[in-house]
C-alpha cells in the first residue's frame, strides 16, 4: 500500500504550487475586505484550464480524477481562499450536478460561461425550516405545459447575490420520493433574489424567493426521486469543502510555525517551549491524518463520485480539527493573531463555516454510525 502521490501528482503539486503563488498572492485575503469577487482569478484558472478540471471532456471540461483537482484546490486555497471558492464552482459544486444529470441541450446552454469564468452557479437547498433535515423541503414545482412552475423559497446561498444560475431542490409532489433539482437563472420570471447578508467570515449570501416562477421545461436537472441521486454528487461538493477546510487549516499552521521561530519572549523564540512545541506536534498530527481520510476518499472516488461513508469521515474529521488547528495558530500568535493584520484571524472564521455548511460533523457522525451499525436511523420524532 502506498501512501505517497504519484510522480505526476507531485508534478501536478508543484506547479499548482507555484502557479496560486505567481497568480494570487499578491491580492489575497484582499477579497473580502473590498467585499468583491475575484472575477479576474476565475478567468485566469480558466485561461489555464482549471475550471472544469472534473468534468467531463464532452462537457467542456478536463476529465481528471477528483483527487487531481483536491491537489490543486488544496494549493490554491493556501494562497488565496477567494480564488479557491472560484475553482469549487467549476470543480465540486452545483457543476457537478448539472454536468452529471443535465441535459445535452442545458448544459451546452450553460456550462460555457460558467468554465469561460464568466458566470457563477450555486446549490439552492436550504430553506428556512430545512437545514439539516433537508428532506423537509418545501419549495414545490409543478410542470404545466411547456413551464416549470416553482413557489417557495431558499437561504444560506454561496455567492447568492452574485450568481447568475441556481441549482434549485425541490419537491415535484408530496412525497419525499418526488423530490428533484430545476435549474433558475437570474431574471426568470416569478424570481427574486433578496438583500445582501453576510456570514461571520464575509461571505455573501442572499434569501432566494419563488413567487410562480416561470422556467422552461427543459431545465429540470432531475425529475423525480432525486435525493438519491443528487446526494451522490453532493458528496464531491463536500470534497471541495473539507479541502479547502484543510488547505487553510494547513496555511495557518504554516504561518504559526514561522511565527513560533521568529518571535521571542523571555529572551528565546516560542519554538523553544515546551508548550509550543507540543501544540504544533499535535496540530501536525491532525493535519497528516485528516490528509489521510481526504485523499483516501478521492482517490477511490477516481472520476465518479466519493463513497458517502469515506466522505463523511473525511468531513467530519477535518471540519473539527481544522477549526482547532486554526485556534492553536491564533493562540500561538497571541494578540497578533486577532488582529486584521495577519490572515490567521480571518482563516479561523472561515474554517467555522464550513463546520456547518455541506452537512455539519454532527449529522457526518449519524451518517458513520449508519454504515458501522448497518442501519438507518430516523432522526424524527417517534
Known sequence: MDFNLTEEQLELQKWARNFAKEKFAEKAYTWAENDDVPWENAKILAEHGLMG?????????????????????????????????????????????????????????????????????????????????VTDLSTRARIEGDKVIINGSKIFNTNGPHNTYYVVWVRFGEGVKTSGAVLVERGAPGFTVGKTEYHMSGEHHCALYFDNCEVPVENIIVPEDGFRKLFTMFNVERMGNTSRSLALAQAAFDMAVEHAKERKQFGRPLAEFQGIQWKVAEMKMKLDAGRLLLYRAASNADKGAPSPLESAMAKCYINT??????????????????????????????????????????????????????????????
Request: aromatic share 10%; with cysteine; net charge neutral.
Open 53 to 133: 478540471m472534473t468534468l467531463p471532456e464532452e462537457d467542456g471540461g478536463q476529465g481528471a480524477p477528483l483527487i487531481d483537482a483536491i491537489i490543486v484546490m488544496e494549493e490554491i486555497a493556501k494562497v488565496c481562499p477567494h480564488t479557491a471558492d472560484m475553482f469549487q464552482v467549476g470543480n465540486f459544486g452545483a457543476i457537478k450536478q448539472l454536468s452529471t444529470f443535465g441535459s445535452k441541450e442545458l448544459k451546452q446552454r450553460v456550462l460555457p460561461s460558467i468554465l469561460a469564468g464568466e458566470k457563477l452557479i450555486s446549490v439552492a437547498m436550504s430553506e428556512p425550516n430545512a437545514g439539516s433535515a
Open 321 to 382: 480539527t481544522a477549526f482547532e488547528v486554526a485556534n492553536e495558530a491564533l493562540q500561538i500568535f497571541g494578540g497578533y493573531g486577532y488582529t486584521k493584520e495577519y490572515p490567521v484571524e480571518y482563516i479561523f472564521r472561515r474554517i467555522r463555516g464550513w463546520m456547518i455548511a455541506g452537512g455539519t460533523p454532527e449529522m457526518m457522525k449519524n451518517k458513520i454510525a449508519e454504515y458501522v451499525f448497518d442501519m438507518k436511523f430516523s432522526q424524527r420524532k417517534k
